[in-house]
C-alpha cells in the first residue's frame, strides 16, 4: 500500500527499534560492530563508513520521499555533489551546469573538478535551447540543474530537460534542495538523480550540515552507495537522527514557508524601496508557469532587486532585526543576506556573478505580520 508525503516522512525507513521497541530510532553512535564469527558481520554492520543504523533510517526515508530506489547520506551537500562527480565522470568529461547556482557548487566545478580535468558550460536552466546547445555530443556526462536555483529563482523545466539530456546519453541531476520532496519530486519528471544539501529545508532547524543523493535506477544508485563507502564522506549518525527528526515536519514547514513567502512577496511586489521582486508564484515571474506544473507550491525563497542600488541592499541586509543576517536557508527562522557579498562571492567574476543589488530572503515559520514589520523598517 501506498501512503502519502507526510505518512513516509514519519514512518518511512523508522519502524520501532526491533530490541526495545523504541518509537524513534536510536542513535547508533558506534564506529564498529561485533561480529559472531569470522566473515560473519550481525545483519551487514561491520564498519560505520559502510554502514550505519541511524544513517540507513534517514537514506531509506530519503529515497521514500523522492520516489527513488537508492537514498544517500553525506557530510555535506557539497561532499554529495562531489562524490556524484566522481562516480559519474572521467577527465576529458564534459558536464552542462546552470548559470545561476550555488556559488560552492559552481567553485566545485570551476576550483576543483577542472583541474582533475572535468570540463564545464554554464548554461541557462529555464531555457532548453541553451541548455541543448551547450551539450557535447558524446562528452556529456551529466545535465545538472537547481530549481528554483539559487539565489535567482530561474525555474528548469525538469521532463523538457530530462528529454535533452536523455537524447545525449547524459544524467539529468536536479538540485532540489530550494523546492524539498515535498514541494517537487523530479525523479517524477525523469530526472536521473536528485541532489540535497540536507543543512536546508530537509534539516530544517539550522542544527545540522548535510547533503544527500537520491538515484532513480538501482544500478547507479549502487554505484553511488560503493563510491560513498569508498570516497568516505558520510553522514555521522547523530547529524543524521537530528535530520530524520526535521523531516518528520517537512510538509507543514513547507506550507508555512509558503504561505508567510506568498504574503511577502506580495508586498514586496510593487513596493517603492524595491525594484524587480523575483518569486516563481507571481505570475510575473517568466518560470511562472513551468513552476506551477512541476511543483506543488512556489517555495520560501525570496530574492529582490534594491531599488537604491548596492548599497541599499547593503543597508536592508544590516537593518534587518528579525530575518537574522546569515547565509544559509530553509530553517524555521528567517534569514536575509546579500549573495554577492556572502553565499555567491566565490562566483564573482564569473559567468554566475549575481547582482549587486540583490538581496535574498529565505522566509521562515515566524508569525508572518512581525516578519513583514521588520522588512517595512528594513527597507529604510
Ligand atoms: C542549492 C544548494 N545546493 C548545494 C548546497 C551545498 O550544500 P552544503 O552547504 O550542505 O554543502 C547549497 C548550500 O547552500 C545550496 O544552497
Given at each position: 500500500m501506498s501512503h502519502g508525503f507526510e505518512t513516509l516522512a514519519i514512518h518511512a525507513g523508522q519502524d520501532p527499534e526491533a530490541r526495545t521497541g523504541a518509537v524513534i530510532p536510536p542513535?547508533?553512535?558506534?564506529s564498529t560492530y561485533a561480529q559472531d564469527a569470522v566473515g560473519a558481520p550481525r545483519q551487514g554492520y561491520e564498519y560505520s563508513r559502510s554502514g550505519n543504523p541511524t544513517r540507513d533510517a534517514l537514506q531509506e526515508c530519503l529515497a521514500a520521499l523522492e520516489g527513488g530506489p537508492v537514498g544517500l547520506a553525506f557530510a555535506s551537500g557539497l561532499a554529495a555533489e562531489d562524490t556524484l562527480l566522481r562516480t559519474v565522470c572521467r577527465p576529458g568529461d564534459h558536464v552542462v551546469i546552470p548559470d545561476d547556482a550555488y556559488g560552492g557548487t559552481y567553485r566545485l566545478f570551476a576550483k576543483v573538478a577542472e583541474r582533475w580535468g572535468l570540463e564545464y558550460t554554464p548554461a541557462k536552466v529555464s531555457d532548453p535551447d541553451a541548455v541543448r546547445a551547450a551539450i557535447r555530443p558524446g562528452t556529456t556526462k551529466i545535465v545538472w540543474v537547481e530549481?528554483?536555483?539559487?539565489?535567482?529563482l530561474g525555474i528548469a523545466d525538469i521532463a523538457t530537460l530530462a528529454g535533452v539530456a536523455h537524447d545525449a546519453d547524459a544524467l539529468l541531476v536536479v538540485d532540489n534542495t530550494f523546492a524539498s520532496p515535498y514541494l517537487q519530486q523530479p525523479i517524477a519528471h525523469g530526472a536521473d538523480v536528485v541532489v540535497h544539501s540536507t543543512t536546508k529545508y530537509i534539516g530544517g532547524h539550522s542544527d545540522v550540515v548535510g547533503g544527500a543523493l537520491i538515484a532513480a535506477d538501482r544500478s547507479l544508485g549502487e554505484e553511488l552507495r560503493y563510491h560513498q563507502n569508498a570516497m568516505g564522506a558520510v553522514n555521522g549518525p547523530f547529524d543524521a537522527w537530528l535530520t530524520l527528526r526535521g523531516i518528520k515536519t517537512l510538509g507543514v514547514r513547507m506550507d508555512r514557508h509558503c504561505d508567510n513567502a506568498e504574503r511577502i512577496a506580495a508586498y514586496l511586489d510593487g513596493h517603492a524601496k524595491v525594484g524587480q521582486v523575483i518569486y516563481p508564484?507571481?505570475?510575473?515571474?517568466?518560470g511562472h508557469e513551468v513552476a506551477a506544473k512541476q511543483m506543488r507550491r512556489f517555495g520560501g525563497m525570496i530574492s529582490f532587486r534594491a531599488a537604491g542600488g548596492e548599497e541599499h541592499a547593503v543597508e536592508i541586509c544590516n537593518r534587518a532585526k528579525l530575518f537574522v543576517?546569515?547565509?544559509?536557508?530553509?530553517?524555521v527562522e528567517s534569514l536575509i543576506e546579500h549573495p554577492g557579498r556572502m553565499t555567491h562571492a566565490s562566483a564573482a567574476g564569473s559567468p554566475l556573478e549575481v547582482p549587486g543589488d540583490l538581496v535574498r530572503l529565505s522566509v521562515g515559520i515566524e508569525t508572518v505580520d512581525d516578519l513583514l514589520a521588520d522588512l517595512e523598517q528594513a527597507l529604510g
Open positions: 542513535i547508533y553512535q558506534t530549481t528554483p536555483t539559487n539565489p535567482l508564484g507571481l505570475p510575473a515571474h517568466p543576517l546569515a547565509e544559509s536557508l530553509g530553517g
